[in-house]
């Protein structure tokens, strides 16, 4: 119900100013844009779906910043793990 | 009275005449039994699948049993549309009765055909679903040996529901059997799943989703007659994954031979456009019907060369290891996600996509 | 970037598993609630248990959309469904949802025509398409989905479309949260708060629960690196001592909300004095109704109603699950008398309720599994 | 953890406890093959159908061929009403079948069924119908060992429509076949004619008229194995005269075998009743479908024999020679009419009484 | 007595044969019409031709309803089927009758809805359970049928049913005989008169028939022997040059008719002053519709109707059938392009046509079967 | 169309005076007798059925008189065949 699923903006309605189509995993459907008509939204902006509404528009450099600090956070962990397998080994 | 008997005469070659059927849509009068269902018959139904078995015409077809054991199936066929992307009702009839058979063990021999027609069916379209299940049967090596066509009223049917049966002959000395699944065999699947469920429903255009999926839709009785083949002894189980997918499938191998199934999420094969799919609608194409695809439990020890054989089939060539049976928990099916973590696959509840077959 | 896969890796999900772990003051449990069905999904499909350690428990909250909805206003639903010119359109997971006389799917097997859509617009289309039908949508959701809702009412007033209208059962997240903040039996260390209710109200709304009841909430992503990221946010608050409204959906929640929708369901919708929350009782100003201005598309004043509320069954322990006071499994009916197939409750109901996302994904011992697993693994 | 783990083991008990239907009408999900759709099977059909060959539900069922010919049918069945005097959907179904095999000379010996139901059909109807099925099955001496079902949205069926195909085994040394048919030989009717449809169209209630008629459907095989031990090289064809009646069956014999076949009418059995019937809506009984009664062609020399076979049998007791063989008019059936003329007796044209089996 | 199979006894059969076959002049062919199609049915279908003399020649003649409907009126029948609102009745032998469009059957398949009804008043039952919808019944039939559906008319307007109509195609069979006896090519030597007409209209319409053609009628019953008997009363009156309308049918039909029958048709119906006649052209005064009084239930006013006049398909002989003229088989398309599945013309359609009864029931060798009879007989 | 079959009037509607029910060879259907209204109907009375009407009351005496007047035809005709016969032999 809550679903939510990132998808590709890949055209816009022409009549409609409110319509638009996502692509997902080479799927496409018709949405509606009408909740972000102040986001100057252009193909390529992923938005996030829910119900047949664009919800939100989805920050590529948001989603990178998680993931840049999940990469820290892993080298430390492997960093920590190679320190631990030297203790056993050692 | 001498004109009168040539007129006669002349009436008596026309009835014998090749019939033909005039109208475009199918009216009540052609499931009466009278001139119009012979017409039908002969003129559609022979015509199409036409064999020196089914020829006679008579209440059933006479065969010669010619193995130890035979197999017999049947399966109705109600999907909604009836023409979609990769197929139609016609083969689907087909190839499902020839995999169930096949599923057995069994080489598919022949098979029967009722149809269940809508008033108002267009003609055109039955000769369309008559050709595809000709189509089929020839590639499938059965022939279609007798038949029933019924019609009722407009608003009583959707046009056209087929009930095929089969008879198979099992002729490799095989023993298939749910029960037979034990603990360390390998769980395979033919080939990537769900296609034929994505694809008949967004034939349906219920969801405004478009993406090009075609039906996997296919015989199924060489690729596991190359592998019962290959693995006489090896093979314990084979299940062709139609309703209620893979995850149906198993959850009945896992009860009936009170082992635990394991699945690894990244080793099933999906193709991204299913993917989107199930993402967009909230399925898990697990549960995603296919036409075309079997799983086998095989002896975990030749599992790779089982995998071998098919992927050396050209309906087999996306064929992959899935999982492996455990001892425990008894009669359940678990999935290793991708992500690292463990989850129950619960046979289907409800009905997330009505009429695929 | 897809937004998907690289927020399921498994490498990163054990990153931060051990950092969790790490995290974690030895000997102490942490409770947190994750508010959003959306989440208890999550969590019982990737089988992120496995990956928490056993210091961390989650406990299911409030916001599953269909968990909430009150059986007197199923029925309500179902009397709509029955009038001879009504098409009733829902999302396929209300359903199942049973009544006091049973469930739509029933209602439909009995022959009310009741259609399942996968968004409101899609029920306006067939409104279109049937001129002489009165179509009916059946809006349930929290914020999230009822800007959808509102825009769709728009659209239809717009259009001139006179056969269409909602029967509205949104309900708003604060007030249940407050609800259960203030419930005796309030045990919790923090909240894992709704990201898509979020994306539309934004974060300011929670700002009262770090204030006023000293507790971390982190609105957190759908994905379950999303969700380990925000335990771990959540622990890193308890040890740093810090009681804030962090975001670590950032790349889908604005700070402030989605300004288009919340003035849609301004105009469209206009707060309930009080609604009835299944399991919950009523809870003051937690629902909104349609506002005057658009009382044409809206379903209770077009039909009469029963209106009758009716009391949930015997056995059911829904309201102590949604409070995150039970377990599922620790409800007595949870696995027997209530299944998927026959749901006593409305936690059993949709993938997205607690009982339901337990029984489907996670009834299992998941140390025989590992067992098992190791096995299968030495084989 | 230890009180969850007593929780998850009790639930598999539940899990595994015989399922039930607590639905009373029929939903969509009983159609999809998950869990409502086994709990359908296990406790309604596999319930009443209950056989060892049926038992491991798989994809088909394993038998064992047994003669040196077999014989193969289907027929769907889509009357309506669904029940109706003497009898139901679900026997027409078992017998229709049976009939069919006995006709080509076979002991009928095992069944499939597969089942179309429409979404909110009562449940206790389909309960009702597959306990007609037992026991029609039963007293067939025949097992159903393989199904399959189908649900369909509301509106796309007519409540149940079953399809029933159905496999036996040819062991009496005979050659039946219309085409053997001769000059001379006497036709046989083993009782009196148009029951059945008259039955069905009384239940329909669509012309306000009342008579006590019920249907004769009933299982042939027994009375056709006692003619076919009593005359083996004497029955020419057997037919059991359902859709279209004895008048269609005829012709398609005359047809075959190029020969006229002339009928007495006042050899001819029909109940009175069936007699009003006929007047009262402009029918001829002649095309009036019959559910247990068949046409046996018959060596003229031995008529008399083939008559005492069938009388002494209960299904038989009012069997009676009702016409001969002729060279000519070839492949047309005529009437001596009991006022002294003669008519052609054609093939049904149009469809008087539609959905009758 | 059953009225039914003592008129059908072979023994009395025999014996009426043989009197005719003696009350034929030596060397003279005898013509008669039998009028109704209900006679042609019993003559075929009980195989009275093996019984009559080579002497005795019976041609048909029009009185077949469904046989003259022309085909625009199947088109406008088929136009009010189609309105989407519309429930068409009609007896079954209409239903396969070819307009320039098809039949109804065709039109049925293609999604009219369109029932089959045994009697007006079940059309009427129909239009009470279906209040929504307009209920139409396709009226045929000579004067035996006009009183039921004009009974059926007045009982509608007492019950105050108002989605009821009737498209009446009543026709009259004075003219009919009229024109024939008109006709250039007119050859008989006296008719079989219609029985069940006569039951309503009585004997004395014929009396010009006798008085100013000089031809007698008999008024004829439809069991087989009332046709013998017929045959031979006719045969009588041309021996002894007797001129008369007599009545064989007594037991049914009054010298006077039926009053109240009358009077309903008077009350509901009145006479066209054209109408066109399948295969013979318009025929004055020949028909009837509904009456100003009754104009509510007049689906000709009720509907718009297109009324296009259609030409008979060119090979179409049917109009020198209906007048007796040609035999069925003399018609070039007789039981090769026209047979009952595929009808060119109307009287392939009823089991009255002429066509239709000589293809169903006459259509074989009689010598020929003569041969195989006593074949079977020695053998 | 015009078929007409002979029915045994059994019994009369009780609300309704043009309603009656008939029998044709034990099969009954309920049937309109408004046309014969004038015609004092009873129980026992044959009438002949057409579209659910009934037309005309069937008088057996009629029906009896064409029979007897068979009769009589049929035994000259079987007295000439006598003599026909007789003929032949002597
Ligand atoms: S098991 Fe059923 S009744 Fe109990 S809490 Fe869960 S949903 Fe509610
Ligand atoms: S054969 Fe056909 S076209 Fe010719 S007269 Fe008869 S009905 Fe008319
Ligand atoms: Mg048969
Ligand atoms: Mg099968
Ligand atoms: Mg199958
Ligand atoms: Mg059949
Ligand atoms: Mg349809
Ligand atoms: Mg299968
Ligand atoms: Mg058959
Ligand atoms: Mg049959
Ligand atoms: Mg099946
Ligand atoms: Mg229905």
Redesign the interface.
Known sequence: MCLGIPGELVEFGKDDAELAVVEISGVRRRINVGLLADEGLKPGDWVLVHVGFALSKISEDEAQAVLDALKELGQQYEEELDALRASDVG | MNRERQVLARIERVRRRKPVVREELITLAHGAGGKATHTLIEAVFLEAFRNPLLEPLGDGALLAPAAERMAFTTDSFVVSPLFFPGGDIGDLAVNGTVNDLAMCGARPAHLSAGFILEEGFPVADLRRITASMAAAAEAAGVTIVTGDTKVVQRGKADGCYITTSGVGYVEQPVTLSAAGVRPGDAVIVSGSIGDHGAAVMLARDDYGIEASVASDTAPLHDIVAELLKALPEQVRTLRDATRGGVATVLNEVASASETAIVLREDAVPVRPEVTGICELLGLDPLYVACEGRFVAVVDGAHADQALDVLRGHPLGAGAAIIGSVAADPQGLVLLRTSFGGTRVVDVLVGDPLPRIC | ????D?F?????????A??IAERCRPGRQYTFMEV???HTHTI????????LPPEVNLVHGP????CVIPMGRVDDAIHIARQPDVIMTS???MT?VPGGTGSF??A????ADIRMV?????ALTIARANPDRRVVFMA???E??A??TA?TVL?AAEQGVTNFSVFCNHVMIIPAIKAILDSPDFRLDGFIG????S??IGCEPYGFIAREYAKPLVVAG?E??DIL?SVLMLLDQLAEDRCEVEN?Y?????WQG????LS?IGRVMRLRPHFEWRGLGFIAHSALAMSDEYAAFDAERVFDLPGVRVADPKPCQCGEVLKGVL?P??CKV???AC????PIGTCMV???GACAAY???????????H???G??SR?
């Open positions: 970037m897809r937004f998907v690289e399921r890796d498994a490498g990163r999900a054990r990153a931060l051990a950092r959003c069905g959306g019982y499909k990737h089988g992120l248990e496995d990956l916001g599953c959309p269909v999302f396929g997971d199942r799917l029933d439909k097997a009995a022959g996968y968004s409101p617009l899609d349930i959701g929290f999230t989905t800007p959808s825009m659209r709704p990201g898509h209710v994306a539309v759908f379950p690196i990221a670590q950032a790349r889908v929640v604005p989605n300004r288009i929708a849609a377990k499994w620790e949870f696995g027997t299944t998927p197939e026959t949709s993938s997205e029984y489907n994904f996670g009834r299992f011992d998941r140390e025989q599994m067992r098992a697993a096995e299968a084989a």
